[in-house]
């Protein structure tokens, strides 16, 4: 870790053993995603890697890798890696995947203002620059109470006619520059602004304070939990670059996202299977991390979910607004997305974001919402309830899947964002017909000597076998043919 508080760059080097290329590649965010789809952070196009074929985890102790579930598997040193089993990659290891050899180091020389250093294919370079600036967190821990214990301090209605005065175009609040309205919801507003000192353009959300805000400084749960959110460091989510307070109110600095909300986007038409499985994939890996930092969304919705112009995912939001705002506890939900506990205002936890990323994915998949539901009220409540899920060319193994997320019952959904996301790449495996190839033990470690034929990603035709009966059948006709030639001919 540097002085700056970043990881040390892991350079990956993958040699093709059957084109004889090699392309090095630099990554300064833990966890790199690995596999065929566009959406990993180290992206391989051959046909024989997976979709999401493997992660790999790095810090100062060392570098890990699992595989996801792909169809051909990795080898290390000539092992068999077993799904979803973490593996440590010693110094000097050699990971494999068909014709593909993976060595690893940690560039422990770099310093603190050491920029990546991505060599190898343009791809590579683009999504370790993205990894670079997504590092990039100010927030200090605390930050998040400080703000709140001076919110609670403040009267409301200060902040009130402040929001009308303040909050347009042209407004200079600290070093942001306020350049035009974005985007407006229940909680505040979001305004394109310049950061002055860093020459950039970033989302200025201003938050409309409330009295809840005296009430939210009380619960301790969702005080932590909003600290841990301001933490979070993930491709899939928004990035959170500062905080703070001005004459109206609260405020949240973050990335500027180009591109439109999965809402829009679903309002167009509906999306076809193969993108709806990657968008949801995207969705549980911001789960996954959320989870395993133990904070809980508790509004997932397509409106809270970005499809960037980059073709990358984020899920917005993360409840800091909600801690800061005039929400309440159930505020955090949305009817149509909410599950059963938030309805009864009951304990939330992991499984409560499974619901409502099921709910999202069973709309695009299905067109329509899983239950029906009012402001006030939703069939899930009603006892026997079952989700709405009819759908033409919609894989039984996902219906199947859908209902264990929409189950009423939290016990009876995946447990958390990583099981839903596990469940999702094995499906996504199975309906993406990866062919299969072999990565013999016996070509690892291909540097010295003579270089054996290792499986290609592109299949061979196999040669036509006729039956003797067609071949005899062709005699004939051909002899036929032959002999009326002959007689119109004489």
Not at 57 to 70: E, H
């Amino acid at each position: 870790m540097t002085a700056g508080g970043h990881l040390e760059p892991l350079i990956v080097r993958v040699e093709d053993i059957e084109a004889g290329t090699t392309a090095e590649h630099t990554f300064v965010r833990s966890p790199v995603r690995i596999g065929r789809s566009t959406h990993n952070d180290l992206c391989l196009p051959e046909r024989f890697v997976s979709a999401w074929h493997g992660l790999l985890d790095f810090d100062p102790n060392g570098v890990r890798y699992t595989d996801l579930g792909s169809t051909n598997g990795t080898l290390v040193d000539g092992s068999p890696v077993e799904t979803r089993s973490p593996v440590t990659i010693a110094p000097g290891a050699e990971l494999a995947i068909g014709c593909l050899r993976f060595t690893f180091s940690l560039a422990d020389a770099a310093g603190p203002d050491t920029p990546p250093r991505p060599t190898g294919s343009e791809p590579a370079a683009a999504a370790s620059t993205t990894q670079y600036q997504g590092q990039e967190s100010v927030v200090q821990p605390g930050g998040i109470t400080a703000m709140m214990k001076r919110l609670a301090a403040a009267p409301v209605d200060d902040f009130d006619q402040a929001w009308r005065r303040v909050l347009v175009p042209g407004s200079v609040i600290g070093r942001f520059e306020l350049i035009r309205e974005v985007g407006r919801g229940s909680f505040g507003v979001v305004y394109e602004a310049r950061d002055r000192q860093l020459g950039r353009l970033v989302a200025f959300k201003a938050v409309r304070p409330g009295r809840e805000s005296q009430v939210m400084l009380r619960q301790e749960l969702l005080q932590k939990e909003a600290e841990a959110a301001a933490q979070l460091n993930h491709p899939n989510i928004v990035s959170l670059h500062d905080i703070g307070t001005c004459e109206s109110g609260p405020y949240l600095i973050m990335e500027l996202l180009k591109g439109e909300s999965l809402r829009a986007r679903m309002k167009r038409g509906r999306i076809p299977l193969p993108e709806t499985l990657e968008i949801a994939i995207e969705m549980a890996w911001a789960l996954d991390h959320a989870h395993a930092s133990g904070v809980v969304h508790r509004d997932l919705k397509p409106a809270n979910v970005f499809l960037c112009s980059s073709g990358q995912v984020k899920v917005l939001d993360f409840g800091i607004a909600l801690v800061l705002g005039a929400g309440t506890r159930r505020a955090a939900g949305t009817p149509a997305y909410m599950a059963p506990e938030q309805w009864r205002e009951s304990k939330q936890d992991a499984r409560t974001d499974v619901f409502g990323a099921a709910a999202t994915l069973a709309e695009m998949v299905t067109g329509k919402l899983p239950y029906r539901v009012t402001e006030d009220y939703s069939s899930v409540l009603e006892p026997g309830a079952r989700p709405h899920l009819e759908a033409i060319g919609v894989p039984p193994q996902l219906i199947a899947l859908l209902r264990r997320g929409l189950a009423p019952a939290p016990d009876s959904r995946p447990k958390d964002g990583h099981a839903w996301l596990s469940a999702l790449l094995d499906i996504h495996e199975n309906l993406d017909k990866t062919p299969r190839v072999e990565t013999s033990r016996h070509r690892t470690g291909t540097r010295q000597g003579t270089r054996p034929r290792t499986a290609r990603a592109t299949s061979e035709v196999p040669k036509p076998r006729y039956a003797p009966t067609l071949v005899y059948a062709a005699v004939a006709a051909a002899a036929v043919v032959s002999a009326l030639t002959y007689f119109l001919l004489r």
